[in-house]
């Protein structure tokens, strides 16, 4: 399946996507036909992304544009239009996180996380709407968590946020249907990313990659192409069934039991 240019013809719009598991979505998702936009805040590494991806035979253009401001993200399908004439896929991927307990967390802290994950994500949607209205079709994926299921001691904020972005994905997927648009989700586990790394799992990189892979019953972290990949078989015609649905992929580490240690079995 996966051989064929899929894509082909089709523009994805991917926020956050200059770097991380953003960068490769993009770059997947170009190698399988998409003329990819990648929008964020920081140019710099947006250009070096898209330079990137053109580099390796795909197509790409670079837009700044920071999700929490409405003008920002509407200029942005504006430019996808304007490059590509059309918006197919919206890859709602960009949001912020760092480790704080909850009764220390500022209240800048929790607006900032909250407005670039839950606005960020419903004003994107929102602008890429027309097209894919005018379109009769259009496919948006939302980034979540695993912990949009559950608790995530340390990230109040980012839980909270996630679990708004699991409500949008259900309510959207049911009022926008009707006009051709699904709305699906991915809850990754642990995918090792710089930003993640620096903000999340501080210490020892080697001693906090062990730790993890001790709590994933499949015994290893997430392979950024295993969730590219499933991001792909979703966005596709070979998923037109799938709407309002969360996926989650994690090596088993959302079933894990805390006192299960499968080295001792
Ligand atoms: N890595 C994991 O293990 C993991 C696990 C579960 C879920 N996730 C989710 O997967 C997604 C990507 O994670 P990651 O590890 O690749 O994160 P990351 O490396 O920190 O990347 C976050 C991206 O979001 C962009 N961004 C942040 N604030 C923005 C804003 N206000 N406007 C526009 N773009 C903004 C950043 O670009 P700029 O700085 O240029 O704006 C950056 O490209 C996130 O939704 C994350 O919650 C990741």
Known sequence: MFRDRIFEGKVAVITG??????????????ELGARTVLASRGLERLTAARDQIVAEGGEAIAVAADVRKPEDVEAVMRAAHDAYGRIDILINN?????????????????????????????F???????????????????????????ASPGTVHSASAKAGVLAMTRTLAVEWARY???VKAIAPGFFPTPGAAERLWPGDPEEQLARMRRTVPVGR???????ANLAAYLCSDY???????????????????PLFEWEKL
């Open 94 to 122: 960009a949001a912020g996180n760092f480790l704080c307990p909850a009764e220390k967390l500022s209240s800048n802290g929790w607006r900032s996380v909250v407005d670039i994950v839950l606005n960020g994500t419903f």
């Open 239 to 257: 998923a037109n069934y799938i709407t309002g649905e969360a996926v989650v992929i994690d090596g088993g580490m959302s079933w894990n039991h």
């Open 221 to 227: 972290t997430g392979e950024h192409a295993e969730l």
């Open 17 to 30: 996507g200059g770097s991380g598991l953003g960068k490769s979505f993009a770059r997947r998702f170009a």
């Open 124 to 150: 994107c949607s929102r602008a890429a709407f027309p097209y894919m209205q005018e379109q009769k079709s259009g496919r948006i994926l939302n980034i979540l968590a695993t912990y949009a299921f559950g």
């Open 180 to 182: 051709g648009i699904l």
